[in-house]
């Protein structure tokens, strides 16, 4: 393991910056999650660091080394696909070696080397099974004893996840966290999926068209997001566009008049909610700020309700209510009060 060190990095084709001076320093044994939609350079700036896509610009340092030059083998990273890239005509144990083989590892090293990481990733006893005949589950654990059984100074994970069903996926972010623990690896993680970031990162790093919005760790981010993008990328939030009339005080588009933390000045601003903050009848009694609101859908969700509500022509807000017997159980066409505190909206200037 190593500390990891990407400096004012660079991808340009031809007019368009893929990754745009992306800076970041992850701590030797940290688990850090690249986090963003599709086509923000997350991918791009993984395959950089893992030598297959070469910068156009900036520096990557693993430990003491500059590797920005260096070809993937002389790197020391394992990496894990989204699609496990296993050989179908070897075993696993054999594919488990295979990396080894490349690198000119004695053989007798190689036999412990497997043994070890198939026990790492309970997969002690497959070894002369082929990759059609285990699981989503048991491939990708194939794929990750294969990037541990190069003793990587630093693990790359490409949305090693995203192949595997709902309930495996949980249980599999779970181990591989647990291992990278007890490895204490330096480990780098794709993933659009916030679930999945939130879960199983030290730190966060969220990025949108190439650029770097917003790292921190989970509860930063969720709590005091940087900007609009991040505030509604991280987890979920109801927006109220308007402005800032004066200190503390925001107008929507239109016309509630709101008690907020906001920005000083005064100007267009977009008011950020997050929806299990917003009370609902007797609980928003004692609220800073009040309303009268149109019940217009209700999504079921097992232990949570989402209630979409209209306070007026240009104002709609989502709130979520805890699901539990004897509670409130608003349907489409009602009219509830609906209330928040002071401090519990984020407020924004417009040109974020």
């Not at 981010?221 to 925001?250: H, K, M, N």
């Not at 800073?288 to 232990?303: D, P, T």
């Not at 509670?327 to 974020?352: F, Q």
Request: hydrophobic share 45%; net charge neutral.
């Amino acid at each position: 393991m190593a500390r990891l060190s990407i400096d004012h990095l660079q991808k340009i084709y031809g007019d368009f910056a893929a990754v745009d001076d992306v800076t970041i320093d992850i701590a030797e044994g940290e688990f850090l999650v690249l986090l963003g939609p599709s086509g923000c350079g997350k991918t791009t700036t993984l395959r950089m660091v893992a030598g297959f896509v070469p910068p156009s610009a900036g520096r990557i340092t693993i430990g003491e080394r500059d590797v920005t030059t260096l070809p993937p083998w002389k790197r020391n990273c394992g990496l894990v696909f989204q699609s496990y890239a296993l050989f179908p005509h070897m075993t696993v144990a054999e594919n488990v070696a295979f990396s080894l083989e490349m690198r000119k590892v004695a053989a007798a090293d190689r036999g412990t080397r497997v043994a070890e990481a198939l026990r790492l990733v309970q997969l002690t006893g497959f070894d002369e099974r082929y990759p059609r005949q285990l699981s989503g589950g048991q491939q990708q654990r194939v794929a990750l004893a294969r990037a541990l059984a190069m003793q990587p100074d630093v693990l790359l994970l490409d949305e090693p996840l995203s192949n595997l069903d709902a309930k495996l996926r949980q249980e599999v972010r779970v181990e591989i966290r647990d291992l990278q623990r007890k490895l204490g690896l330096t480990t780098i993680m794709v993933t659009h999926d916030q679930e999945e970031a939130l879960t199983m990162a030290d730190r966060l790093v969220v990025m949108e068209k190439g650029k770097v919005r917003q790292i921190g760790s989970q509860r930063e981010l969720y709590e005091r997001p940087a900007d609009r993008f991040v505030a509604g990328f991280i987890g979920r939030s109801a927006f109220l566009d308007g402005e800032i009339t004066q200190p503390g005080r925001f107008r929507s588009r239109g016309g509630l008049a709101i008690a907020a933390v906001a920005a000083a000045g005064a100007g267009p601003a977009t008011l950020a909610l997050r929806p299990e903050r917003i009370a609902v009848a007797g609980e928003a009694a004692a609220s800073a700020n009040r309303f009268e609101a149109r019940v217009e859908h209700v999504s079921y969700l097992g232990a949570l309700l989402d209630i979409d509500v209209r306070l007026s022509e240009h104002d709609r807000m989502l709130l979520q209510l805890p699901n539990r017997q004897g509670g409130i159980e608003p349907k489409p066409g009602d009219t509830i009060t609906i209330g928040w505190a002071e401090d519990a909206g984020l407020v924004y200037p417009r040109e974020s």
